[in-house]
């Protein structure tokens, strides 16, 4: 079972649980918490076996969507990508900022930034990239993540975004001793493109609040720089 799955039954088997704790106050059967853990093992299976844990994905994605400050990190932390890929010439195919979203266009997992990275994939087939399109593609990943320490002085967003750093540098031979040090290095480059287009990522940020076109996305880049 997926993590999301186990964090959807952690979730479930927490509210089931207090509801036998307040059952007895509202005339609550005992039987419907067990109906409705059963249920919810059952969903939650299924969903992991038959949809590879999409569903959970999005349920809880719409839970916390409820969190302004959520909603608000996602749009700051995709923008951080969006901007930094166009400032270093990955073209930037379309986003998302929802689960829901990302279902709805045929992509896998919370959405998020979609680049054309053809040519990233035909030179990791071959196990051999070239030192400039890895630093670009290092950069653009920890964009989001450089982008939500500036904005919020953490970052809660960014552990896909670690797994595709990790992921390449696996496939071309580096150590894990230089996981840690790309990471930071990346970061701190990613951090220097936004704050020197400052005004630009804050015009990208209000456009994609507004899931405003890639077009107007676009055109939104062109302020203050």
């Not at 829901?100 to 990233?120: C, I, M, N, T, Y």
């Not at 030192?131 to 939500?148: D, F, H, K, P, S």
Request: proline share 2%; with cysteine.
């Amino acid at each position: 079972m997926s993590q999301t799955n186990l964090n959807l039954v952690a979730i479930s088997i927490f509210l089931i649980t207090l509801s036998v704790l307040v059952g007895p106050f509202f005339n609550l059967s005992p039987a419907v918490p067990a109906i409705a853990t059963f249920t919810i093992l059952g969903i939650a299976t299924l969903d992991s076996f038959s949809w590879q844990g999409k569903g959970g994905t999005i349920f809880l994605d719409w839970i916390a969507g409820f969190s302004s400050q959520h909603r608000d990190r996602i749009v700051h932390h995709e923008a951080g990508h969006f901007l930094v890929a166009y400032l270093l010439g990955i073209p930037v195919t379309g986003y998302t900022l929802s689960a829901w979203e990302a279902w709805k266009q045929g992509q896998p997992g919370q959405g998020g930034v979609s680049f054309d990275d053809r040519e990233l994939a035909s030179q990791l087939q071959v196990g051999k990239i070239s030192a400039q399109m890895l630093e670009r593609y290092c950069t653009v990943w920890m964009a989001g993540i450089a982008a939500e320490t500036l904005v919020f002085s953490n970052a809660e967003g960014g552990f896909d975004d670690k797994n595709k750093l990790v992921g390449v540098l696996t496939i071309l031979g580096f150590s894990e001793s230089v996981y840690q040090q790309k990471r930071r290095f990346h970061t701190l480059q990613a951090k220097t493109l936004l704050q020197e287009n400052w005004s630009s990522y804050e015009a990208l940020v209000n456009a994609m609040r507004q899931r405003a076109s890639l077009e107007d996305c676009h055109a939104a880049l062109g302020v203050g720089s």
